[in-house]
T-cell receptor, first 111, second 117 residues
Framework: GQNIDQPTEMTATEGAIVQINCTYQ??????LFWYQQHAGEAPTFLSY????GLEEKGRFSSFLSRSKGYSYLLLKELQMKDSASYLC????????????FGAGTTVTVRA | GAVVSQHPSRVICKSGTSVKIECRSL??????MFWYRQFPKQSLMLMAT?????????EQGVEKDKFLINHASLTLSTLTVTSAHPEDSSFYIC?????????????FGPGTRLTVT
């Protein structure tokens, strides 16, 4: 089976930085996605990593280390609207869209 | 950008009845769609892969006779929950595979909240 772990909850202050870690043990690895999901809504795409290193996109950055089975999502200059669940998902199989999701990390931003 | 819609957004039904949920890709053709269910504060669990023109592929533990999937066209997949029971109450989300995406990206619908009474 696929095992993807991330913390359940994190709390941070508006304007601060939060790092959400994700570790995975999967049957294969063909890319890792981060999604943002507000309560009762669909997940929306944040980032995609397939090679080791840091991908930066505005206030959000994502890092991947394939040898360690580890990724993190970094949220900078936190805003109240960033309060949401953040899902880590791995694509285990080549030539296949199928994803395995972690349970999600609920981030609460406080004023 | 790619948009996926779901209908209805919320449905309440009585135990024993059937409910149909539609998933549409609005501005692209999707040969492959996925159906997930999500319980409160839990992960998205893949139920099945829906392929246009062929039978759906169900994940282990998902009853194919209870969760009927039909992918009749390149823009529409439907999930029918037959003889629904209260334990089927959940958030059902579909996604559509964006064709030709080098990252094999999926676009998600807004979800359907099913409550079985």
């Amino acid at each position: 089976g696929q095992n993807i772990d991330q913390p359940t909850e994190m709390t941070a202050t508006e304007g601060a930085i939060v790092q959400i870690n994700c570790t995975y043990q999967t049957s294969g690895f063909n890319g890792l996605f981060w999604y943002q999901q507000h309560a009762g809504e669909a997940p929306t795409f944040l980032s995609y990593n397939v090679l080791d290193g840091l991908e930066e996109k505005g206030r959000f950055s994502s890092f991947l280390s394939r040898s360690k089975g580890y990724s993190y999502l970094l949220l900078k200059e936190l805003q109240m609207k960033d309060s949401a669940s953040y899902l880590c998902a791995v694509r285990p199989y080549d030539n296949d869209y199928k994803l395995s999701f972690g349970a999600g990390t609920t981030v609460t931003v406080r004023a | 950008g790619a948009v996926v819609s779901q209908h209805p957004s919320r449905v309440i039904c009585k135990s024993g009845t059937s409910v149909k949920i539609e998933c549409r890709s609005l501005d692209f053709q999707a040969t492959t769609m996925f159906w997930y269910r999500q319980f409160p504060k839990q992960s998205l669990m893949l139920m099945a892969t829906s392929n246009e023109g062929s039978k759906a592929t169900y994940e282990q533990g998902v009853e194919k006779d209870k969760f009927l999937i039909n992918h009749a066209s390149l823009t529409l997949s439907t999930l029918t929950v037959t003889s629904a029971h209260p334990e089927d109450s959940s958030f059902y989300i579909c996604s559509a595979a964006f064709p030709g995406s080098s990252s094999y990206e999926q676009y998600f619908g807004p979800g359907t909240r099913l409550t079985v009474t």
